[in-house]
């Protein structure tokens, strides 16, 4: 499994950066050298000096090279710096572009509302997209390392095959030790992804322009800032756990170490002494001794770092490799025109298999070139509904049909194209007018008789039009337009009415579709503004099948077919005459709207 990862983060790298990390690898390489060279070099002149004459041609040659390799070492740090970024740059910005084209292909909701999969997706974010970057730097250093060590082996023989033994062998126990802690690391990262996913929560929220008015007037400011560092108070405990374990395994570690230099420098000094060793033989060994000693400090951190980022980089893995979502057959049907009708047949929905049943058995046919309309109590299951038509769920059991075919059988993306939904809850992007229209069909991004059109239908196009830029106009007050920097005037903020008919803007920008979804479009519009909105809508779905969910039985009414949807079953069904004759839930519903318009008119009046 680590193996894998550690394939596939050379894999990105070799794609993102191929010069950068061929320049970085040989870098290393020759970095793991220049000690040996160093030793070597240093023992000969060191020898040379010893012997009885010796002239300055004798070592000449070797003092030049011994100077050419400080320069080149005083050097190569700096460029090995400079590639090592470059490569993480380009390694970072691969890995950002997979992870979201990722993410997009998750054409379903459930991922999103999991919130195990939030935690993979969640670390990906923060720290997956550095794994490769990280592992092969690591890798890259241990590489370096190793040939120090196995480069030195052969001059540590020189004071017997065991101690090369020792020097060796006393890596072992600090590489598991450390791995011990890193796997613990690893593991408790994990355990606060949550925590830390709501600290982030906490912290965005504290700073959000649209929770400001909330937090000041509710005054929770300070209750939601002691949340968050409570968040900050147990991941912190749990890091210094951590770095407390740490702490003991290297401080154990060094001093075995520092007792190993020790004990191999008064080994050789004493060698020296009986005649055994040259003066060079000891510069050498102690040269050894200490770049052994550093090179294997080296490995294992390396080593550490290289695990750890593996196992980080997996959960990268996770969301990249994790596929679709919701099933697509390997031959997608072509979604057809809609001609006769879409129908839920049984359809049964929950969220999870340990959630309440949401929609339970609705049987419902919607007639193409009709409005149907769905009403309801609150949570009775209408946008869950809409949701099923959109394909962003599955039902659990039962199916939808498209002029009989399963939805399942297209492409959730294909079927996208061929329905129009407009939620209540829509978003108001950050961007410009142009932007927040087009981004319903982006082909009508420079297409402003499009835009315009979409616009007008929605009743928007007057007040987008008055806009100080008109629909280059950015509907935000958190950035500035890049050409006009720093002038505090490129942004305004929509009314909640108008960001609705924006919304719905966006949602008739699509031409040639079939199905329109209305969930309480105009719910944030007043009576006037709302009569005007739908008055325009029905003449858009005239030629589109329409569903509309509303609270308000006054626009409701006009629908051919009214459904009542209550506690995930269709319990009426008809004309709103028909219904309001049946003396029912919906008839009982549209007397107390109705009773109440007529007080407010009655108030008015008197
Ligand atoms: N993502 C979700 N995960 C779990 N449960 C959900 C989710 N979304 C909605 N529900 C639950 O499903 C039920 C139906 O919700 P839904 O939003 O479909 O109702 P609704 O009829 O549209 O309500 P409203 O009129 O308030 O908009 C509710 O009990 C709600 O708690």
């Known amino acids: 499994m680590v193996v894998r ?46 012997a009885a004459s010796v002239s300055w041609s004798d070592i000449v040659g070797l003092a030049v090279t011994l100077a050419a390799i400080g320069v080149a070492a005083a050097l190569a740090p700096h460029a090995i710096r400079y590639l090592k970024l470059e490569m993480e740059r380009r390694v970072r910005l691969t890995c950002t572009g997979r992870l ?106 504290l700073i959000d322009p649209d929770a400001a008015k909330e937090i000041r007037l509710f005054g929770v400011g300070r209750y939601l800032w002691q949340r968050m560092t409570a968040e900050i108070n147990v991941i912190n405990r749990e890091h210094r756990r951590i770095d407390r374990r740490e702490l003991v395994v290297q401080a154990a570690l060094a001093l075995l170490s520092a007792g190993i230099t020790g004990a191999l420098l008064l080994l050789a000094v004493r060698a020296a002494v009986r005649g055994e060793l040259s003066v060079g033989d000891v510069v050498l060994v102690v040269a050894a001794v200490a770049s052994v000693q550093t090179a294997l400090a080296g490995l294992v951190t390396d080593t550490v770092s290289a695990h750890q980022a593996l196992l980080l980089f997996r959960h990268y893995l996770t969301v990249v490799d994790a596929g679709p979502d919701l099933p697509v057959p390997v031959k997608p049907r072509p979604v057809p025109v809609l001609r006769r009708e879409i129908e839920l047949r049984d359809v049964w929905f929950r969220y999870a298999d340990d959630q309440p049943w949401v929609l339970r058995g609705v049987n419902l046919v919607i007639p193409a070139g009709s409005t149907t309309a769905v009403v309801g109590l609150n949570g009775a299951g209408k946008s869950t509904l809409v949701k099923l038509l959109c394909r962003l769920y599955d039902p659990t059991r039962g199916s939808v049909l498209w002029d009989g075919i399963d939805v399942r059988e297209f492409d959730p993306v294909n079927l996208r194209e061929r329905v129009r939904t407009v939620f209540q809850d829509a978003l108001a992007y950050d961007l410009t007018a142009r932007e927040n229209i087009a981004l319903g069909d982006l082909t009508a991004l420079t297409d ?62 699509l031409g040639g579709s079939d199905l ?91």
Do not use: C
């Open 100 to 205: 979201y084209a990722a993410v997009d292909q998750f054409t379903g909701l459930g991922r999103f509302e999991d919130p195990a999969f939030l935690d993979h997706m969640q670390t990906a974010q923060s720290a997956g997209i550095n794994g490769p970057g990280e592992v092969v730097d690591s890798g890259l250093g241990m590489l370096r390392s190793l040939i120090t060590v196995l480069g030195f082996a052969g001059t540590l023989l020189l004071l017997g095959p065991w101690v090369a033994t020792v020097v060796l062998v006393s890596a072992i126990p600090a590489m598991v030790a450390e791995i011990a802690v890193s796997r613990r690391r690893a593991a408790m990262v994990a355990r606060m992804g949550p925590r830390q996913r709501r600290e982030l929560f906490f912290s965005s929220l």
């Open 5 to 50: 990862a550690a394939n596939r983060a050379l894999a990105i790298a070799r794609d993102a950066a191929p010069a950068q990390l061929a320049g970085y690898m040989s870098a290393q390489v020759l970095g793991g050298l220049t000690p040996l060279a160093v030793a070597w070099l240093t023992k000969a002149v060191v020898d040379r000096l010893a």
């Open 516 to 606: 329109l979804i209305l969930d309480e479009p105009s719910s944030a519009l007043d009576a006037e503004a709302e009569h005007d909105v739908h008055s325009r809508l029905r003449d858009a779905r005239r030629s589109r099948t329409g569903l509309l969910i509303s609270h308000r039985l006054g626009v409701v009414r006009e629908a051919e077919f009214i459904v009542v949807l209550a506690e995930g079953r269709i319990t009426e069904r008809g004309n709103h005459e028909e219904l309001i004759a049946a003396g029912g839930a919906y008839s009982a519903l549209f007397e107390l709207q109705a009773a109440g318009y007529r007080a407010s008119t009655a108030g008015v009046a008197s």
């Open 448 to 509: 402003q008789a499009r835009i315009e059109a979409a616009a007008r239908t929605a009743g928007i196009h007057e007040t987008l039009d008055k806009l100080p830029r008109g629909y280059e106009t950015l509907l935000t007050r958190i950035f500035f337009a890049e050409s006009e920097h720093g002038d505090p005037e490129t942004g305004m903020v929509l009314s909640g009415g108008q960001q609705q008919r924006l919304a719905i803007a966006r949602g008739l920008i």
